[in-house]
């Protein structure tokens, strides 16, 4: 269960009952918690909406308060909760007059500066969350839990906290949850942190912690959640999962870990989610899945492992994410993955897979599969055309750099749910499908580098989803990731199909024709980029009308005409390419086009900063420098070769040259 789930069980098991049959109207709360909630408000920067500090102190009725339901005329406060009210400023020690308090929530704030000692004498607090702000400083290292015996989480996550975690946590005996996660914590792990047998959720994430994982974490054996992702750690794995009965989360992901999976870790019964990627593990993927029987998501993607695609793990019958990209594995798909019935979200990157053929027809039987990462694999292969392949509940299939030939398949119109779709840098042909134009959910659609002609069909206008952006997103678990690679460029990892901006990628093909002025219906389209194509004629006065547009490249091809001043008014709008073109006229000085860079513009002859500037009908077309390396003497290459070699010939005969 997460933090914030268990987090409102517990408030509502524990303080529900106060709040019952009381009239709020006539609470009066003891005058030490007034003079401690004045003193809390006068170190903020900003006010809380609901508070009278100068009335008498009637404090059981301001925003965020809970009293608890004493029969005497002076109740005390129990639960301070002013979460994600937009609080500035720091914590000051005046706190510690809340001596009846039990739960204190701060999270979601401004907060900053470092935490006051007074903070941890607080006898009988239950819960602190300070999560999501901006406190700094090392967090108190000794005696924590000294006064405090009875907290049962602290959640210090996603704040600027370093130095060492805490070494004064062995008196937290009642602790249950203990969140340290995304601050810039460094450093072993304390001895004093295995000494916390109530423990079931720890989350270290995103700190730079160090040194090897001490076998001492077996001693923790109510732990149910453990991520220590995005950290320092190194050396192997301790295999000590055996003592972890109840473990079903653990998530290791982006750390130095070397090794073999240990035995107790792949024959785990209680895990449910496994994520180790991004790490140097090594050896075969030996996972057991007749013990594993409640394994529901794996990534082992980013690692060293080796040897074919296991097919142990057809086994694994409830998985429904797995992540193997990017290892040293091999071969084809096992026949036997047609057995992951559960299987949503699939990612095989840079795996060397062959045959994508026998791929997708193992992979059309999991019938549930959402998201197909299947980028840099099947070099050089044909792109499957058979009319019999069915993936009906498809949102997302990334199948880039493969080096595929052939043409865009017709099996894919069939994919009605289709919402993201990447077939990139592949060697395919043909002309772009007008089918695309009723996938109703499509929002993201890259074809770039291939070597598509005819003209753009004009259904693209027409996709509904970027005319409305009603979108319903079936994302992964938080643990699944999935990447796109790119030529000479970085490769892009998401956890979220969300991540994606929509786009519209046709770049690097041979597409010829108008730009559609129906364009301007995408009103939810974020990046459109047509660059290094052969498009011709203007550029439609009405794109002006793609309000959310945030990248508009059109260089590299052959428009003509004046650029619209109309564009001036796409004010989301922060890269804008129309070089190399057949442009001219006034450039456009308002708007975002003020900070647009002169390469934004240059290679046409006829394009201005002058006040009165007009187009020329004799303008020369500044050829691009893809186009300078394909011409000779002023002509395309192969006319330009052919009679470069005629002249050369005629200049020898006339000169009295022979050829021996």
């Known amino acids: 269960m997460g933090f914030r789930g268990f987090y409102l069980s517990f408030v509502l098991l524990a303080l529900s009952f106060e709040l019952q049959n009381l009239n709020s109207e006539t609470l009066t709360c003891h005058l030490d918690d007034f003079r401690a909630l004045n003193g809390f408000s006068s170190c903020l920067e900003s006010t809380i909406a609901g508070w009278n500090n100068t009335s008498s102190p009637g404090c059981c009725t301001w925003t965020g308060i809970t009293c608890d339901n004493s029969t005497v005329s002076c109740r005390r406060v129990v639960g301070l909760e002013l979460g994600s009210q937009k609080l500035a400023g720091k914590i000051c020690g005046s706190l510690a007059g809340l001596s009846q308090l039990r739960v204190l929530n701060l999270s979601h704030n401004f907060l900053q500066g470092s935490l006051p000692d007074e903070l941890f004498s607080l006898p009988n607090i239950e819960i602190i969350d300070l999560s999501n702000n901006a406190f700094v400083g090392s967090i108190k290292n000794k005696g924590m839990c000294t006064i405090s015996t009875r907290i049962h989480v602290l959640n210090f996550s996603n704040n600027q906290f370093s130095g060492k975690v805490p070494k004064g946590l062995e008196n937290c005996n009642s602790l249950q949850h203990l969140s340290f996660d995304e601050n810039g914590l460094s450093g072993s792990l304390p001895e004093s942190l295995f000494q916390l047998k109530n423990l079931s959720e720890l ?367 796409l004010s989301f709008v922060s890269t804008f390419d129309v070089s190399y073109n057949h442009l001219c006229g006034k450039i456009p000085e308002e708007g975002q086009f003020d900070t647009f860079p002169s390469a934004s513009f240059e290679g046409n002859n006829g394009l201005c900063h002058a006040e009165y500037c007009t187009c020329q009908s004799d303008q020369i077309p500044i050829h691009s420098p893809r186009e300078k390396k394909r011409i000779i003497i002023g002509l395309p290459f192969e006319i330009g070769a052919a009679t470069g070699f005629v002249l050369t010939v005629i200049f020898c005969f006339m000169s009295g040259l022979s050829f021996p």
């Open 203 to 569: 989350n270290l994430q995103g700190n730079s912690i160090s040194g090897s994982l001490s076998n001492g974490i077996s001693n923790l054996s109510n732990l149910v959640k453990l991520d220590i992702s995005s950290n320092l750690f190194s050396g192997v794995l301790p295999d000590i999962f055996g003592r972890l009965a109840g473990l079903e989360h653990f998530s290791a992901m982006s750390n130095l870990f070397t090794g073999h999976l240990p035995n107790s870790l792949v024959n785990s019964p209680s895990l449910q989610m496994l994520n180790l990627n991004n790490n140097s593990l090594s050896g075969p993927i030996n996972l057991n899945c007749y013990a594993m029987k409640n394994l529901l998501s794996l990534d082992l993607g980013s690692n060293l492992f080796h040897g074919p695609i296991p097919n142990s793990l057809s086994s694994c019958r409830r998985l429904k994410t797995l992540g193997l990209a990017r290892n040293n594995l091999s071969g084809k798909i096992p026949n036997n993955y047609r057995n992951l019935k559960s299987l949503t979200h699939l990612s095989l990157s840079n795996t060397s897979l062959n045959n994508i053929l026998s791929a997708l027809r193992i992979l059309q039987y999991c019938r549930n599969l959402s998201m197909l990462v299947l980028t840099m694999n099947f070099h050089d292969e044909q792109m499957p055309n058979d009319e019999n392949l069915h993936f009906k509940n498809l949102n997302g299939l990334i199948l880039a750099n493969c080096k595929l030939r052939g043409s865009i398949p017709q099996w894919l119109s069939s994919c009605h749910k289709l919402q993201l779709l990447d077939l990139s840098w592949n060697h395919l042909g043909g002309s772009v499908p007008s089918w695309f134009g009723k996938f109703e959910s499509l929002f993201y659609l890259d074809l770039s580098n291939n070597s598509l002609k005819g003209e753009i069909p004009k259904s693209l206008t027409e996709l509904q989803s970027l005319i409305s952006g009603n979108i319903t997103i079936d994302e992964p678990v938080s643990s699944f990731q999935f990447h796109t690679a790119r030529q000479g460029g970085p490769i892009l990892s998401y956890r979220q199909i969300s991540s994606f901006r929509p786009t519209l990628d046709l770049s690097f093909n041979n597409l010829q024709g108008p730009i559609w002025p129906d364009f301007w219906n995408l009103k939810r389209l974020h990046v459109l980029n047509l660059k290094e194509n052969n498009l011709s004629g203007p550029i439609p006065n009405n794109l002006s009308g793609m309000t959310g547009l945030e990248k508009l490249d059109l260089s590299h091809n052959k428009l003509s005409g004046e650029i619209p001043r109309s564009l001036v008014n």
